[in-house]
């Protein structure tokens, strides 16, 4: 049971108050949130969020519940004029998993800008991810926002390589299609777990699903809600499953796009990207006017490679927005990954501390024959800035593999590190990609 003193509505300015949401709230919720998301404008409501907001609300979600949403109203009237919500999920680490907080759906009505209601909501749901243990809070949204409220870009967020008609490979004349699509089932989740987790190996940051969640993703949503994707197995003629496909609905402006693609092991690219791209092309094709295809990855994957000659546009990715509340208690959490790390570097079986500066706070690592013992609160003293020094929430770019050291080095002149914290910041902490999809 929740203990929270925020679960009774909190009273704020202007005569507004800030509270849970209840089931009746659904309607007034989905009606803000589909005019404030909507690429169009206020005046015309996104209909694919609308569906999103109901699902949330009124189906059942394995990890999400109505009381999740919170939002601001207007005493006098009842309206809502603010809302966003928390879906909390499982991540990893390397194999180490934890759970995340995501804040979502930020949603504010114009005229109730800039009155710190935002605010108010976010530190209702930063306590109740803190009550579910969740060691992480991470959300996507416009660029620098976020960081009022102690978030960082620290971990990659889609990124694309786009192709168009040219690139699309004809069969040969007589040739039969070597691959085929067919919707997956629910008989198919032990398959797409089985290859998700094939794939996990490519991303130091992951999202775990379990079975539960798999389901939902395939039969949970409304067929047109913003989120909800077609699924498909990818097989040969006779059956065998070798992979699986998943993209929207319909089309993205004139793009069709592929947002999950992943072969089991022992499956080559090569072989069957090209029954996946003609694929795509003929479903974009039936949808309306599809001038490109894509597949919208990350800033890596293996199609990019097996496929590259046929992708010539690349999109940049952008940023996750992370929070870490509990630094000494993240780091602690990771330790086995990062003991891992040290043993397969040149500072094998090391033992001493570590200091990472963050100018106003501090972190001390303290090693023992390669094993990290001890990760406590640090503070920085006089000219003793740290072993390392990161300004603001740098470190944790370089944490989650999304900065190498050099990197931040090179872009911010406060960020430093002496001879030894340089060798084992780079073995702990190396540049690793990371493409997370979430559960929304």
Known sequence: MSTLQSEEPRFLADGVRLRRAAPDDVEAIAELQARAHSDAGWDTPDEGVRLWIRDLLTRPHPTFQPADFVMVEVLQTGAIVSSMCLISQTWRYGAIPFGVGRPELVAT?????????????????????AERGELLQAITGIPWYYRQFGYEMALSLYGARIGYAPQVPALKEGQVEPY?????????????????????????????RDAAMWQYELGGRSPEAAERRQWGIIETPEGERVGFLAHPAGLWNTTISATAYELREGVSWLAVTPAVVRYLWAYGGSKGKCLAFSFSLGETHPVYEAFSAGLPRIQPPYAWYVRVPDLPA???????VLETRLAQSVAAGHTGTLTLGFYRSGVRLT????????????????????????PNLTFLQLLFGYRALAELRAAFPDCYANAEATVLLNALFPKQPSSVWPVS
């Open 109 to 129: 009505h114009p005229d109730y800008r800039r009155r710190g209601l935002v605010r108010a909501q976010f530190e209702l749901l930063h306590a109740l991810s």
């Open 367 to 390: 090693f023992e024959r390669g094993c990290l013992t001890e990760v406590a609160p640090w503070e920085p003293q006089g000219n003793d800035t740290g072993a390392a020094a990161f």
């Open 180 to 208: 085929r699509l067919r919707p997956a089932t629910e008989e198919d989740v032990p398959f797409l777990m089985a290859v998700e987790a094939h794939a996990a190996a490519r991303s130091v940051v992951g999202c775990v």
């Open 330 to 336: 993240f780091l602690r959490h990771i330790a086995p």
